[in-house]
């Protein structure tokens, strides 16, 4: 347990092109887990192990490994966790965040806070993870340390504190100023950054630094009474020591943000944000407990950091290996587990052996005997577990707290070239839906053909890539197709009564409910039982719920579903033969669409958030084709050489965007794109949704 104390789980996060991968290349590089540098660019990074993302230089899949690192005489175990940047790859940064205690997020000095930044930055606060900000980039033609600093305050809404301050800027950038250790230092380019030096502080930053240093040991002596007492008294007898105690508690309080600075391909400043991750981040023992659900009592209870408490761990993503099959990782949060023995999932009440444990290095695993709380690893043999089930002990279970993920916004039919390989194919995209909860795969009850839906046409694209590659299936692939919702506007109350005579014993429901829009904020099935003086018996009641439930999974204009519903029971009656649970689900269900056809129902449409960075020159062809696209703009706004334009612009409107868009400005724009939320569509542009579904069909 000792060892706790010097264990770091972190993630590394951050908007696309802002050099995750490349900063994790570094790290493996100087804490000696590789002997030569891989790049991103050359298609050679360890963590980018995926053809699929040699060949186009981003990261897809979140990949694991474990390294160590030695600071104030102590040797620290970083399990590290490099998470994918693009936005139709969010699922990879949710359910890292979800199982790590701490992140390093990572900004590009030139593009400061961008879209995605803002995306993961919101994913980290909704699971309390404290975070160290490294401002990468720094040798970049209009790079601006202090400029990224106000765009982390007035974008993020949080509070960084520079610890570090840039020595030059774009092609003068050499090194940092430590403003703990008050100390300049430089990196030897010919050791690949291998070595960095101490030097005199440079004249032109003397006054910023002793400027930043003052309010750091402000701040810091503000935080503890007895460091206000020696800052009056004499503020060079604040230590360093002092200074980063206080800076941690900050930190893991999320009060603060330490910055750091440097340029991960120049192999500068590395070393010190290993030294931060020790220094600020918090290690399990910070977390002292986790909470979770008894599934018998259906209470509360926690589970210490200890190998002594009974076994619990979470299960935060499910993948495929072609060596040793379905790999299974998972967080231990309490407890240890041995390799061959068997765990209880209290999501699904079953009982399964881990055949082995491994420890990840990419995609590379090393077997262990046990592992104990506060690791993170891998099983094989797990057949049943999905991502965000619990692994405990079966004498004391527990369901903790799993991951919510976004619904898919677009879908694509597939079919295999001949028919004998239908099978093959059904069983490849029932492991890659194993592996990606925002993948899912149906077959559609009219045209009888496999449906596939994503988060964007780049994650669609990588799965039919995955299917040919790793499966072995070729496909035919349709048009890609958003994935509307339906809703209801107005309250209607309605009677449905189910009867059916087919000699012998029928089926008999009677139901009287009111069917509406849910309350704001609600999703799902907002489901009041009113009825009284027991009409409907008791053991009936959840079969309605249930029939509504499943109702709700195809709406009544076009088989979309509907996202969020508000029913009331309020009468009914039943047969003291005929009833059973089964008539009255299906008078539920029958109801629904009876109801809903009343009810005013309407189609709505993904909406997404759009930023495209251009030349000033085509600032005018862009906003117009957005308009042409039924964008809304929100602003433009200036950065350096660039302006920057945010829009939200349905995803209907959004099919091959890019191509278009390098057409309209030589290639000279780029634009990146997220959901942002579902809106209601004109009466006109339902009618054309749904003439083309069915005439498409």
């Known amino acids: 347990m000792s060892d706790l104390h010097y264990t770091r789980n972190i993630g590394i996060m951050a908007h696309i092109d802002a050099g995750k991968t490349t900063t994790t290349e570094r790290i493996l590089y100087y804490t000696g887990k590789n002997y030569k540098l891989g790049e991103t660019h050359e298609g050679s990074a360890t963590m980018d192990w995926m053809v699929q993302e040699q060949e186009r230089g981003i990261t897809i899949t979140s990949a694991a490994t474990t390294v160590y690192w030695e600071w104030h005489g102590n040797s620290y175990k970083y399990n590290i966790i490099d998470t994918p940047g693009h936005v139709d790859f969010t699922v990879e940064v949710e359910r890292s965040l979800r199982v790590l205690d701490g992140a390093i997020a990572i900004f590009c000095a030139v593009g400061g806070v961008e879209p995605q930044s803002e995306t993961v930055w919101r994913q980290a606060d ?28 007035d974008k993020l809404k949080a509070n960084p504190i520079p610890i570090e301050i840039p020595i030059g800027q774009e092609d003068l950038y050499k090194g940092v100023v430590d403003l703990i250790a008050n ?112 599934p018998k009592t259906e209470k509360s209870e926690t589970r210490p950091m200890d190998v ?75 057949r049943d577990i999905k991502t965000g089930h619990t692994m405990c002990d079966e004498k004391h279970p527990i369901v903790l707290e799993s991951m919510k993920f976004p619904d898919p916004v677009i879908s694509l039919a597939v079919e295999p070239l001949t028919q004998g390989e239908m ?42 890539d995955r299917l040919r590659r790793e499966f072995g299936v070729e496909v035919h692939q349709g048009r890609p197709e958003v994935a509307y919702k339906e809703a209801i506007t107005r309250t209607v109350q309605h ?18 409910f009111e069917l509406g829009p849910a309350d704001e904020g609600v999703t799902g099935l ?58 009255f689900e299906v008078c539920a269900k029958i109801g629904f669409k009876e109801a809903c056809r009343k009810a ?37 706004s200036a950065r350096i050489g660039v302006q920057a334009i945010h829009a939200q612009v349905p995803l209907e409107q959004m099919f091959g965007y890019v191509t278009a868009l390098r057409t309209i400005t030589s290639g000279r724009a780029n634009a990146t794109m997220e959901f942002s939320h579902y809106e209601m569509v004109s009466r ?9 579904k069915y005439n498409y069909y």
Not at 134 to 149: C, E, Q, S, T
Not at 606 to 619: F, G, Q
Not at 684 to 692: A, D, R, V
């Open 684 to 692: 006109e542009q339902q009618e054309n949704i749904l003439k083309s």
């Open 308 to 382: 002594n408490a009974p076994f619990s761990a979470l299960a935060f993503k499910i993948a495929t290996d072609p060596y040793v099959g379905r790999l299974c990782f998972f967080r231990v949060y309490s407890g240890a587990l041995d390799s061959g023995s068997y765990v209880y999932n209290a999501n699904t009440g079953k009982k399964e052996r881990v055949a082995r444990i491994m420890q990840m290095h990419s995609n590379k695993q090393n077997p262990l005997d046990r592992i104990e709380a506060g690791d993170i690893g891998a099983a094989v043999g797990l």
């Open 183 to 294: 100390k300049a230092l430089i990196w030897d380019e010919s050791s690949n950054g291998t070595k960095f030096y101490e030097v005199p502080m440079p004249e032109d930053l003397k006054e910023t630094v002793a400027d930043y240093r003052q309010r750091l040991i402000e701040g810091v002596a503000e935080e503890n009474e007895e460091l206000l007492e020696k800052f009056l008294d004499n503020p060079d007898s604040i230590t360093a020591d002092d200074i980063i105690a206080e800076i941690r508690k900050a930190t893991l309080e999320l009060r603060i943000v330490p910055v750091m600075c440097g340029s991960a391909f120049k192999n500068k400043g590395i070393q010190t944000l290993l030294d931060a991750v020790a220094a600020f981040l918090p290690g399990p023992l910070d977390i002292r407990e986790v909470e979770g659900i008894n």
């Open 600 to 636: 005013m129902p309407v189609l709505l449409e993904p909406i997404m958030k759009l930023e495209v960075l251009t030349p000033d020159a085509y600032v005018g062809d862009v906003t117009g084709d957005l308009n042409r696209r039924r964008g809304v703009l929100e602003n433009v």
């Open 526 to 583: 907002q489901f009041i039982n009113d009825v009284k003086g027991g009409n409907i018996p008791k053991e009936f009641i959840p079969a309605i719920q249930k029939g509504f439930e499943g109702a709700m999974l195809n709406g009544v204009l076009a088989g979309y579903p509907v996202d969020s519903l508000k029913v009331r029971v309020i009468d009914g009656s039943s047969h003291p033969v005929d009833s059973d649970q089964l008539s």
């Open 495 to 512: 009677r449905e009564v189910y009867k059916k005579q087919t000699g012998g014993r029928g089926k008999f429901a009677d139901i009287l």
């Open 423 to 464: 099978d093959k194919l059904e069983n490849a995209l029932q492991k890659l839906a194993e592996e990606d909860p925002t993948f899912r795969t149906k077959t559609d009850e009219v045209s009888g053909q496999t449906i596939i839906s994503g988060m964007g046409e780049l994650h669609l694209d990588i799965i039919i």
């Open 126 to 153: 909704k699971y309390h993870v404290p975070r160290i900000a490294f401002i990468n980039k720094m040798d970049r033609a209009g790079a601006d340390f202090f400029g990224v600093l106000e765009q982390i305050k």
